[in-house]
Each structure stands twice: as C-alpha cells, then as structure tokens.
C-alpha cells in the first residue's frame, strides 16, 4: 500500500537552481495537488489537476510550473529557485468529482534555498 | 477562499486528561477532514467528515454543516497525540481543493 510517494525527502538548492519535486500515487485517484507549509501555518494549494492533461493554478502558483502526462504522476517544477521558495511541500490525491472526497497525503519534500 | 479558524492555537495536557478542539468555517462545504501532523512532519488522517459524528478509538468527531464548524474530541490523552492539528475544508461546486486552517499545537505532558 504505497499510497502516495513524494521524492526527494530533502532538498537544498541555491537560489537560481531549477528542480522537479516528484509525486506518485497508486490508488487511480483522478484528483492530485500540490501545497506548500511555511512555519506556523496551515497548508497553501500551489497548483491542482482533476486528470491527464488538466492543470490549474492554485492559491499560491507563482514559480511554479506542473504538468499531467499520466493518471499516477503530478511533478512540480521550480524553475528559478528563490529563498521564498523554502518550505515544506506536500502532495495530495483524492477521487474527484463535486460530492467531496477523502484527500490523501505524502510524506513531504522539505525544500531549503541558500 | 474559505477562511478556516481552528481553536485553541496552543493546548498543553497532562496524559490521561480530555480536549476538545474547534474548527469554524465561513462557508458551506462537502469536504471537511481531520488531520494530525506528527513531530515528524507527516500529516495522518483522522476523520473525513463533512457532516455528522465518527469515532474511531479515543478520537471522536463532529461536524455540523449547517452551524459551519467541527469539533474534535480526544480523551484520555497520550504522549504520543502531542503534535499539530488541522482541519481542513472544500467547497461545494469545483475541484477537491482543501483550505487548512493554521493548526492547534497539542503538547501532552507525562
């Protein structure tokens, strides 16, 4: 039961540097998002998608870039890393759909840029 | 967004005692969940809840849809509910997007 798997665990980058934080889910959820967790505060949506090929911004999307080639996978790109940026990110699935479901979280990525 | 307020913000318990933790919301949702977010960082699931009552061991929960707020009651507390507590919501028409409130830090003492 992996669930969803987010990689790497831990990141350091100077600022400037681009990287792909990686999400995978197994569960077939349609539904798969990206929030960010600064200190003292509840989690922020980034970016969502509800399928292959869908993809919308968030709450919080500046910097970021994300795309849905595959049901499974939902990478987030920093494409010119900024000390703002250091944060704590997590990944979500859920089914979709308007009646609500349960959402699902990964294990985090802590991201810290020098 | 829907603005979410989770109350107390700091809640320190001697082990064996009761709490009960409050979530208010400011608009009508189908999705409202409970989550613990461990000393490691990882957030577990508690409660997916968006109306009535659940209770699954020494955690119990509410949620009244219509008065726009839950509750989450933990009794008989241990040292390993130490940690922070989010509720989160989602709205009635979109995607399954949630809006955490920021979270009461439970602290349970031995």
Redesign the interface.
């Known amino acids: 039961n992996a669930g969803v798997t987010q990689t790497p665990k831990f990141q350091v980058l100077k600022t400037g540097q681009s990287m792909t934080l990686q999400c995978a889910q197994d569960m077939n959820h349609e539904y798969m998002s990206w929030y960010r967790q600064d200190p003292g505060m509840g989690l922020r949506l980034i970016h969502y998608s509800v399928g292959a090929g869908i993809t919308d911004q968030g709450e919080v999307p500046n910097g970021y870039n994300v795309s849905r080639s595959t049901t499974e996978d939902f990478p987030l790109r920093l494409l010119s890393a900024a000390p703002s940026q250091t944060s704590v990110y997590f990944c979500a699935s859920s089914y979709s759909g308007q009646g609500g479901t349960e959402a699902f979280f990964g294990q985090g990525t802590r991201l810290t840029v020098v | 967004?829907i603005q979410?307020e989770q109350s107390p913000p700091d809640l320190i318990l001697q082990e064996g005692a009761n709490s009960t933790l409050r979530c208010n919301f400011s608009d009508s949702?189908?999705?409202l969940?409970w989550?613990h977010q461990n000393p490691w960082?990882?957030?577990i699931?508690l409660f997916?809840i968006?109306s009535g009552t659940k209770q699954n061991g020494r955690l119990s929960a509410t949620t009244v849809a219509t008065e726009r707020y839950s509750l989450l009651y933990i009794s008989s507390s241990q040292t390993t509910d130490s940690g922070v507590y989010?509720c989160?919501v989602?709205r009635?028409?979109?995607?399954?997007?949630?809006?955490?409130?920021?979270?009461t830090r439970l602290t349970v003492i031995p």
């Not at chain 2, 009635?92 to 979270?103: D, H, I, P, R, V």
Request: charged share 5%; aromatic share 18%.
């Open positions: 967004g979410v949702v189908n999705n969940q989550f960082g990882q957030l699931n997916y968006p989010f989160a989602g009635k028409t979109g995607a399954n997007n949630l809006f955490f409130g920021t979270g």
